[in-house]
């Protein structure tokens, strides 16, 4: 990892026929919608599932990230992330986010490392490092 | 705004290598990684690139409720959200998001109103709420 700051360039457009897009250069758009009222489509993404999945999706590459250091192989992973929305004061906030992981590795004798590359996922997940929201982790290591 | 509490579930999927893909009930799957900057592979979205997604068009849906309740109706909305991501003490953090926004209505009279709502779309931003870094705007109302 380099010293220079990264910098992350996306753009929102809003068409009143067509409502919201994420565009990214040279990726996939996302279509995007307000939770509820008027101009809101249930199947689309919201900002607050953009914000818990980026946190989420941040913790798994930072797993990864450690497993490759530590040369571990894991079989698979999933983890599902849960954010909390509540008004503080006058406006809302995520307050608090729960991220539970489910990891199937080959062998009793890895736990150990792997219980160790999951703390140090979360700890230096960047996104999680962004954000005034507590983060709770629950993981479950299987071996199959 | 009313008291209560919302929630928001995401998943994510490890596939292979640093990539995975993002479920949300009843939304479209999206395929995720790792940066290339960080070793992934090129033209997949990040958790990154969903951290400022997330701010940007929260920014775009909170400006959407503003011009309801201030009933008046604008021709686009446009905004380029930037973040900055650098090394901090404990690994890599954002430090800042700049949100470039580009509103058009249709005549002169609306301009003061298409600035408050984006004033206080600006203030009542809960993604931006829920961050540590800062979110710097720029906003252009345009007649057109």
């Not at chain 1, 798994?60 to 599902?80: A, L, P």
């Amino acid at each position: 990892m380099g010293e220079e700051p990264k910098l992350y360039d996306v753009t929102v457009v809003w068409d009143p026929n067509k409502g919201g897009e994420v565009q990214l250069e040279g990726k996939s758009s996302i279509k995007v919608s307000r939770p509820k009222g008027e101009e809101s489509s249930p199947e689309l993404y919201t900002p607050e599932h953009l914000f818990v999945a980026s946190v989420t999706v941040c913790f798994m590459n930072s797993f990864i990230y450690f497993t490759r250091r530590m040369h571990i192989d894991f079989k698979s992973f999933e983890c599902v992330g849960s954010g909390t929305l509540e008004q503080i004061g006058k406006s809302f906030e995520i307050t608090k986010i729960e991220i539970k992981s489910r990891l199937v590795i080959d062998s009793e004798e890895l736990r150990s490392k792997f219980e160790r590359a999951l703390y140090l996922g979360a700890k230096y997940c960047f996104v999680g490092n962004s954000m005034k929201s507590s983060i709770a982790h629950e993981n479950e290591i299987l071996v199959g | 705004m009313s008291e209560e509490s919302h929630e928001y579930h995401v998943r994510v999927d490890w596939t292979h290598n640093k990539e995975g893909n993002l479920i949300v009930d009843g939304k479209p799957e999206m395929k995720i990684s790792t940066p290339p900057e960080f070793g992934g592979p090129d033209g997949i979205i990040s958790p990154e690139d969903l951290f400022v997604a997330a701010a940007t068009a929260c920014l775009m849906t909170t400006f959407v409720t503003f011009k309801e309740k201030m009933r008046f109706d604008f021709k686009s909305f446009t905004c380029k959200g930037k973040g900055i991501l650098e090394r901090v003490e404990k690994g890599f953090q954002f430090t800042r998001i700049h949100l470039t926004t580009t509103v058009t209505v249709e005549s002169e009279d609306l301009v003061p109103k298409a600035e408050r709502a984006m004033e206080l779309a600006g203030r009542y931003c809960l993604v931006s709420n829920s961050m540590k870094c800062p979110t710097e705007h720029e906003n252009h109302v345009l007649v057109g």
